[in-house]
């Protein structure tokens, strides 16, 4: 997403917006009906990770009987191989803020590489959440994640998006905002990762892969929780206390391949939104 462009965080593409393409395809619940013919078979999920659990068992029995034969063992001299670097998912252990947040938003990470992308994950989410639709929170959000000259410009563009009652009718809400009566609005932003693409002291550029819900949950919604896949590029700067973003630009994917669950109830929705908690992400 460019500074200019009046963003739609969290938001799935509308009908209208991609001349009806690019929907998610959602797998209802089996409905009583005839008997259909039988499925084609599949091999058995439980007969994968046993075939996985001996693969194991089989590599470590090798490894075991290594060196065990009757000639005599000599001293290695070779030079110790060195213990391999941590993989990019790898937590550091570093403590992801060190102040209290802001507007319910994360902040005071750490003037490192790492803490730059802890910033990005956690801006993720804020600018991903149901608060972003909330015009007494929505200001709060955007002081906390931009710098104060781009947050002054966003502010401003994006009052004009949330608050236009048609664009809040198509997605469902109510012109104030709110969720209809007996449903649950959910609007929420899951990191699967960070990739730090550049880093100085004063400037770094981090893309963050996540996932999206986005929709309602209640007996009589319309607009029922989909799930969609997007890379952002945050353009952060180091204001002397705490990484802020300059610029961000948001793109599809990469998305996988729908699992074949069934989907849940709208009761079950609700219930998950309601007891379950968001995470405050370091690396």
């Not at 996985?52 to 068992?57: E, G, M, N, Q, R």
């Not at 804020?126 to 959000?141: C, E, N, T, V, Y």
Request: charged fraction near 20%; aromatic fraction near 8%.
């Amino acid at each position: 997403m460019s500074t200019g462009d009046d963003h739609r965080y969290g938001v799935p593409p509308l009908p209208d917006d991609y001349g009806g393409t690019g929907q998610t395809r959602t797998r209802l619940p089996d409905r009583a009906g005839p008997p259909r013919g039988p499925a084609p078979r599949r091999p058995s999920r439980g007969l994968v990770v046993i075939s996985a659990v001996v693969a194991l068992l089989i590599a470590a029995i090798a490894f075991a009987n290594q060196n065990t034969d009757d000639s005599p063992s000599h001293p290695d001299t070779t030079t110790p191989a060195k213990a391999p670097a941590p993989a990019p998912t790898t937590p550091t252990g570093t403590k992801p803020t060190q102040t209290p947040s802001q507007s319910g938003v994360p902040a005071g990470y750490p003037h490192t590489k790492e803490g730059a992308q802890s910033a990005a994950a956690n801006y993720t989410v804020a600018l991903g959440s149901d608060g972003m639709f909330d015009k007494d929170r929505r200001p709060g959000i955007l002081t906390a994640v931009y710098t104060s000259q781009v947050a002054a410009q966003r502010t401003a563009r994006l009052d004009k998006v949330y608050n236009d009652k048609d664009f809040l009718a198509r997605i469902g809400l109510a012109p104030d905002g709110s969720a209809p009566d007996g449903l649950t609005f959910i609007s929420r932003s899951s990191p699967l990762g960070t990739k730090a693409e550049s880093y100085s002291d004063t400037k770094a550029s981090v893309a963050v892969w996540y996932s999206t819900l986005f929709g309602f949950a209640g007996e009589s919604t319309q607009h029922p929780v989909t799930e969609s896949w997007y890379t952002t590029t945050f353009e952060l700067t180091w204001t002397g206390q705490d990484w802020k973003v300059d610029a961000d630009k948001q793109e599809e994917g990469p998305t996988p391949v729908n699992g074949d669950q069934r989907v849940s109830s709208s009761e079950d929705m609700q219930k998950a939104v309601e007891q379950f908690g968001g995470f405050t992400y370091a690396r």
